[in-house]
């Protein structure tokens, strides 16, 4: 099942991650996709989120006016601070 895979390749993946690191090495073993996470989490989290262009903010902007289910849930975007 998918869910006994996922368990067991978590698994190996710590293991992996978890082995003796060699001492001249960046002291650290990344598994698949784990850079790219970090660098997105670094762009996303540490440096203040992605950049939106003008013309998506007025568009999200526009579409949040045009619903107004839409103003409870997204009364101020980031953008707009």
């Given at each position: 099942s998918l869910d006994t895979f996922e368990k067991h390749t978590g698994n190996l993946l710590k293991a992996l991650r978890e082995s003796k690191?060699?001492?001249?090495?960046?002291?650290?073993?990344?598994?698949?996709?784990?850079?790219?996470?970090?660098?997105?989490?670094?762009?996303?989290?540490?440096?203040?989120?992605?950049?939106?262009p003008g013309a998506l903010q007025k568009n999200m902007i526009d579409l949040r006016e045009a619903h107004p289910e839409l103003k409870e849930k997204y009364a101020k975007f980031p953008f707009e601070e």
């Open positions: 690191k060699s001492p001249l090495g960046p002291g650290r073993i990344w598994t698949a996709g784990e850079k790219e996470n970090d660098a997105r989490v670094f762009r996303t989290g540490e440096q203040g989120g992605m950049k939106v």
